[in-house]
Structure formats: structure tokens, C-alpha cells
């Protein structure tokens, strides 16, 4: 938890400050006054009797006792100053805007540690050190402008830098966006945004508290706890969006497994951030336009109604809106003719409705009437209006307020004319509203809010599993891939269907087990990884002679130990895979199978535990799910089934997490059954 003193000193010393306002010390001391701090302030530099007004220490042991301490100093100095503050002066918050830790080199890092340890050691809370503070209702302690206006119910941001903080708030100020809070984490040496995301969910107010949260993320050092508490909060009622920056697979390992090459930490955070209804957000404009329609009411129905004024942005946001799921659908029968009368003439209102240049703010508020209160099937309306310079638009502006308070239907407000009608945009935004600059950003962005799930909270299993059977065979293996008799043993106590199946080292098991299974058969190479890669697959045998020949031609493979028969099975090919990913827990993955995991690459995730409806949405999410249902008279899959082995899958891994990697691959699927044809699990163990 977040030590009250950080979030709501009473007193405040800033220990390096200076009458210099360009420096940290001097702009944090200004930015307290200037915010009106209702504390006391005390300053500490050697070579000053006052500061900015406010009374100077020369040394820190010479302050009285304070709750919070932020300090600009070198770092080399800060380790003495804060077993000070600890010891001596009762101090519980910290604020270290100083660099040279961790960030830099080794000596650095335990410089930083020794630092945490003795404000652990009372029970202090650091923010820091490498930040630029904390701006909220109490206190503006950061060393950078502009500060934001400042909105009990504005938006609680969390940055994992300081410097993109800024940026976020420069260009969120410039559309209207508020904020509660701001909290930069520098190097998180003891509060990262995991911290303080718990500390926004175990203070949460719904009468008081922001429900708006917006996070940058330069590493994610505690995803279980991100998921608990981003989950808790939104199922509070709270919305919330985010950034995770270095989202490309350079980091990607070289991998045995289809799985181990498909998965990588950025499909891990993915996962993370839809399990727990987390807007996934890949720029800074995409995260304030999210911010901004979460203060708007929710949709409650995918149709818009596009009201403008010029024809090219309705165009583009129609393409964003159609693009990402949303629906803009024509307006028609008695009610659109009688609203048309009401317009200049070459208007149309079949959606978007077209006002022409020359519209007027008379003119808008007949149709948002109308769409208002005349067209059910609309649930929500976007408004674009600039103008080209020639007058002013103060009057559709003030319409569009009026409107967006009295309205049931969200009306979301496009003005591209940042230039031309600043002056009004300006008025517009200072009555309390939010702007859209641009109509593709906000297009894309209402289409992944729509198409965000709620939080899912799997259940236990309700699959009957041999839970000392998998841990028995985990437990004696050494680690490695198992023995496809494992695998086998395996998946039968998970309850995952796998195909009858022998293994022999001569033609005369072969033959034993063809008996058992009855002819045709499938041969497979045991021993070597890929098999297909090797020649080692040959399907329909289905007479003794073809038998011997293909067993002679399998064991000479480079690598082999047995050969592996089955019968031949019908159906779609199929792939689950599961992979250890770091501390995300595990990683599940479905798609076509065979070859085509390789060639298309076209899979889902999910982060185990998995719900049999949570595996059900990755089935529909995936590009070949057409292939899946049956295209072209082709017979489909069993998706109830898939979905009930995807979710024995994640309850495998759950119950044995020495699972490294585990590929079913492929998985045959016809309308009666979905069942596993290959399978290889490894084993990894501390």
C-alpha cells in the first residue's frame, strides 16, 4: 500500500531546491505555490536562507519533522540524506526526481536498493528515483509543466516515463481530457504501476474515485497482480486503457515447438490486458481518444449516425467505423423525408447526414433531434464540424453543448479545425467538453472499445480430471520432452481425447498393434521434432506389405528411436499450444493445424485459466474460423468440443506448471469429434 504521506502530506521539504525555476528543485517548489500546496513548506539548500518565499535549511538534520521529502539532488549524496529523514524527522513519503541508479549501472543498483531498504524499514513509501514526481488533488509535486486541470473525476494517469507523461498530458489538455492524478514510477524501485494500481483499486470510491485509468508500461514486472487489480477495478465500474511499449518480437527465442515460435511476450501481454478488459492502445493519440470516449456514455448498440458538414472526413470515419465492427446504417422511410425538408436543398440524410458547408447550428439541432428522438435504430451520434475560416461557428458549438448534456444517445464531437476556430474549439472545451481532432483516430478507437470484452473470470474446472496422475508423471520426470507414452498418459488424466495409437521398434509390434487398431494407419517417426520436416509421416496404409515397406523407410530417418502407427482419422487439422510465458503464467493458443500453423500463423490467446465461453471467443476470433464452421459444403468442426480441449488444456498447465511448452499438432476435427493425432510436451524444472 501507498503510505498516506505520499499521497496526502501535510508537509512537504524539498531538499534541493532553488530560487532557479529551471531547474527540478526551483520548478517543483513553483509548482506546489503556484497549485496552492494548503501544507508547509520547508526548503533545504546549503547556500540559501529562503527560497521562492518560503524558509531555507542549510543542512537536512536543521528541518522540523516532515510527512514528505522530494528531493533533487545528486545521488550520491541521497542515501546519508534519506536515513536522515527516516531516523530523525518521522518522514514516510519520498519523491526522488534524481537519476544515477540503477537506470545508469551496478554500483547505481545498490545504491538504489539500500535506499529502499531503509525506507522500507519504517514503513515509507518511494517514488522513484529517475521520475518527475506526482501531481493529484493535494499536491502538484512533479518538476515539469504544464500541470493539468485538475478533475476529481478526471483521469487517473500512471507512466512508466516521465518524459511521454508530458507529452500525454500536452496533447490531452489540448482536447479538453482532465486529470485526477499522475503518477510517474521512474525506475519503480519499490512502487511500479503495479503498486500504485493496487492502491487505485483498495482506495476505489465509486462516489468520490476517477473511473477512468490510463497507464504507459515499459515493463510489466508483475502481470498476476495487473490482472487482479485491473479486473477488480473494472468490474467497479471503471474503464481502463493502455500502452505497452516495445511490442515487437525482436525477443523472440528460437523454439522447438510450433508454440515456443509462435509465442512471444507481446502476445502474453495481449492476452493479459483482454482478460482483464484492458484497452490495448499503441500511441499516445490512440490513448487520450479512448480516455476521452470513456467520458462519454457507453454504446448501447453498434449504429452511428455520421452528422456533417463536409463530405471527406464522413467518408474516412465511415471506412474506420465499417472497419472495426461498428455499423453506419441508412436512414429511410417517412421521418428522414419530413427531416430533409428542413435542410437546405442537395443535403441528404440516408447516413451520414450531410448538411452541406453552408449548414447551421439551427439546422444541427433539428437533426440531432431527430436522431435523437425519431430514429430508434440509432445509438449513438458523431458530429464533424470545422469550418473553412470564413466565420465564426460559436453558435453550432454552443448547440453541440447543449446537446451533449441533454441528449440520451452519446453525441461525440469531431472538430478538425484546430487553426481556423481555435477560439471556439477553446470555448467549447472550457464549458467542460472533450474534443475529437481527428475522425480516423476516434473511428478506430470507438470500434476496440465496442469490441473489448468485460474482464472473464474463469471458474475451477468442471472437467473431471486425474489430478495425482499428472502430478505423479510431472513429478518423476527428469525434465525434457517427455516419452510419447507420458504424453499419452498425460493428456488421458486431463481428459484431452488423443488418437489410439502404438509404438514399435520392429515390424512385428507393427504388426501387433494393426491388429488392435485395424488398417488404414497412419506411420510417424519417434525421435525426431518436426516430422513432417523429415519425411516422417506417411498416411493410409492399409495392407501389411505397405506396412513393412513404410516401416523400413522411417526407422533408417536420422534421429529415429521407434516408429508410431494410428489410425487414419478424418477431419480438419487442428492446433492448441501451450507455452511458459516468464511471469504471465501460461500462454494457450489455438488455430488450423498442421502445416498451416506455420505457413498462416493464424492464432488466438488466451492466458490460462481458460473458460470454456473464453475459448469459445478465441475459436471466433480467428481469420479461418469460416474454415472452422465448414466453407464450400465442407463439413465443420465440432466447436464445442475444441473449445472444451482448449480449456482442459489451460487446466493442465494450471495443475502442472513445469509444462514448458505443449503442442497438440494437429488435432483432427469433424462435426462428431475433435481429437489429438500428435502431441509433444516439455518439461522444464528449477
Known sequence: MLHKNLINPKSIAIVGASNNIQTPGGRVLKNLIDHNFKGELVTVNPKETTIQGVKCYKNITEIPKVDLAIIAIASKYILETIKVLTQQ???KGFIIFSAGFSEKDEEGEKLEQQIVNEISAVGGSLLGPNNI???NQN???????????LN???VDFISGSGATAVFIIEAAMATGLTFSSVYSVGNSAQIGIEEILEHLDTTFDSKTSSTIKLLYIESINNPKKILKHATSLINKGCKIAAIKAGSSDEGSRAASSHTGALANSDIAVDALFKKAGIIRCFGRNELITVASIFTRPELTGKNIAIITHAGGPAVMLTDALSKNGLNIPEITGKESEELLTNLYVGSSVSNPIDFLATGTAEQLEIIIDYCENKFPTINAMV?????PGLFEVFDVYDVLHKKMKTCKKPIFPVLPSVVNVKNEIDYFISKGNINFPDEVIFGNA????????????PKNSEFKVYKNTIRNIVDKSNGGYLHPQQVKELLTAAGIPIVQEAICKTKKTCLLGVQKIGFPVVMKVVGPVHKSDVGGIILNISSEEKLNESYDKIIQIDGATAVLIQPMKKGIELFIGAKKEDNFGHLVLCGLGGIYIEVLKDISAALAPISKSEASEMIQNLKSYKILQGARNQEGINESLFAEIISKVANLVEIAPEISELDLNPLLGNSKEVIAVDARIRIEKN
Do not use: D, E, M, Q
Not at 383 to 387: A, L, M, N
Open 89 to 91: 524527522k518521522n518522514t
Open 133 to 135: 514526481g506526482l501531481i
Open 139 to 149: 499536491y502538484a509535486g512533479v518538476f515539469t509543466t504544464p500541470i493539468p486541470k
Open 152 to 154: 476529481p473525476k478526471g
Open 383 to 387: 458530429v464533424i464540424f470545422g469550418s
Open 446 to 457: 470507438l470500434g476496440k472499445i465496442y469490441a473489448t470484452p468485460k474482464p472473464s473470470t
